[in-house]
């Protein structure tokens, strides 16, 4: 669990510096009423962010919450306005020294679909799951194609990240 949390914040230590814009004064969007207490059934835990990456939210357009439900790590941010602040999470993974094998879309609870990678680095293996979300039932499986649905428009979205270890994943040659 610890490799997880470590791994994570690498990820959100490594977007820092793409967050520098901040968000327009007057953007319309629903105040924020705190992160879920439960994810697929699952009660949360709040980790809570490291220094590091709290300096993340300073102009990221949303909130970012990370926690665990025992045996996984779920990264959960809301987003207010279209941004390339948000970035795959093979990217940050990758960033960090993982190599990192696309994997089958995964269909889970209330068939909502996920993209999925596995991660692997010094014996490390993960499985890493992503998806998007608004409250319309629009949802995205990969942040490229979120970021041009979304357009130039204002709103909530839900982006959700879960990793866990892995041991099904064979290890690389």
Not at 80 to 102: I, Q, W
Not at 120 to 127: A, H, I, V
Not at 129 to 138: A, I
Request: with cysteine; proline share 6%; aromatic share 12%.
């Amino acid at each position: 669990m610890a490799k997880i949390i470590f791994i994570l914040a690498c990820g959100l230590a490594f977007l820092a510096p793409f967050v520098l814009t901040k968000n327009p004064p007057g953007s319309m969007h629903s105040a924020f009423t705190g992160f879920p207490n439960e994810f697929e059934g699952r009660e949360l835990r709040d980790l809570g962010l490291s220094e590091r990456e709290k300096l993340f939210l300073d102009d990221f357009p949303g909130q970012i919450g990370r926690f665990t439900d025992g045996n996984r790590e779920i990264v959960i941010r809301r987003v207010t306005e279209a941004t390339r602040k948000l970035h795959p999470a093979s990217d940050c993974f990758e960033a960090v020294g993982y190599n990192v094998t696309p994997l089958p879309v995964k269909v889970g609870e209330n068939n909502k679909r996920w993209s999925c990678f596995s991660a692997e680095r010094s014996g490390d293996k993960l499985r890493v799951c992503e998806r998007l979300e608004d409250g319309q039932g629009g949802e995205w499986t990969d942040v490229s194609s979120w970021y041009w649905a979304a357009g130039s428009k204002s709103g909530e979205w839900w982006a959700y990240t879960v990793a866990e270890t892995d041991s099904d994943i064979p290890a690389r040659p």
